[in-house]
């Protein structure tokens, strides 16, 4: 997700770490993951020149972001333009489409990609991209946390009665499961770029509190400021056979759905499928505690073409 603006606490994200390897392959191509506050940073060339530091974001509906300064600095050709909006609904803006000619990844080459220019605000320092979800259709991605790795591979996952691996859609190109909150059955995107885990108001108003909501963070979309909540739930969230023990979430009056953003991530090596769209959650134990996120959640851009639209393109 990309930040807009923020006012935050000090806090911590406590969790249990493990990993699970992808099945055999015919070629797993592997990168170094450098994890700051919960995120996914690697490290990309562009058109042979580079590398540059690239955050990946499974809650951005796009192949890719680059900066002004990078797209200015390759001379990137303009291909198209996009409009972004926000959760809510309301103003816009309009965006270059830019041509990279080449991306490489963990000895990966993408062709051809499209990319938002787009200021891209990393909590770690400089982040000069964004990967999206859809950049890696073609491939099973693994953002291993505990091993701090990233892995491309051929193949496919194979269910398993949702212990582990879950069914998925993705609208707008963000992959959303369903996850029980209080054992009610609830819609949640998966979002490597986001900061916690992130409850909509209206859920939120049903549920009881071990620690009643307070305001712990402002933030703003591209039209609005809002105050972002944290509390501790009185019952438990439950992911396939994982389950997190009266997590301390945030509410967040943008999202319309829940957030499972980077730091419950962080519990596990997460491989997507989405040719087969299921995804595959591994850890070494299955109960977790989750207490107060780094930074409060992020906004998703989610363009829906690359062409020219004539609505505007919500995010997530």
Not at 50 to 58: E, Q
Not at 197 to 211: D, F, G, I, N
Request: with cysteine; net charge neutral.
């Amino acid at each position: 997700m990309l930040l807009f603006s923020r006012s935050i606490q000090a806090a911590s994200v406590l969790l249990g770490c493990a990993a699970l390897s992808l099945p055999a392959q015919n070629a797993v191509h592997s990168a170094p993951m450098i994890e700051r506050y919960g995120k996914p940073y690697v490290m990309v060339t562009i058109n042979g020149k580079g590398p540059y530091r690239f955050v990946i974001d499974t809650g951005t509906g796009a192949d890719a972001f680059v900066s002004p300064e990078l797209a200015d600095e390759l001379h990137l050709p303009t291909a198209a333009e996009a409009v972004l909006s926000d959760p809510s609904g309301q103003g816009g803006q309009r965006t270059p489409i830019v041509l990279l000619t080449s991306l490489e990844l963990a000895g990966v080459e993408f062709n051809g990609v499209k990319a938002i220019r787009h200021t891209v605000t990393g909590e770690a320092g400089s982040c000069q991209g964004l990967l999206g979800f859809t950049l890696f259709r073609d491939y099973l991605l693994t953002l291993d946390f505990p091993n701090r790795q990233v892995l491309l591979a051929k193949g496919a996952l194979t269910p398993d009665g949702e212990k582990t691996v879950l069914p998925f859609r993705m609208p707008e190109g963000v992959p959303i499961i369903s996850l029980r909150v209080n054992r009610q059955s609830v819609e949640a995107q998966l979002d490597s770029g986001g900061g916690g885990l992130t409850l909509p108001e209206k859920l939120a108003a049903h549920q009881k509190w071990e620690v009643a909501p307070v305001v712990f963070a402002t933030g703003r979309t591209l039209t609005t400021v809002f105050a972002i909540k944290a509390a501790k739930l009185a019952a438990d969230v439950k992911v396939g056979m994982y389950t997190f023990t009266h997590p301390v979430v945030e509410i967040h009056p943008a999202f319309p759905l829940v957030n499972f953003g980077s730091p419950p991530m962080q519990s596990f090596a997460i491989t997507f499928d989405q040719k087969s769209l299921l995804v595959r959650l591994g850890a070494d134990h299955d109960h977790f505690t989750l207490t107060a996120p780094p930074s409060p959640t992020r906004l998703t851009n989610q363009p829906k073409a690359v062409t020219a639209p004539t609505d505007l393109v919500p995010l997530g």
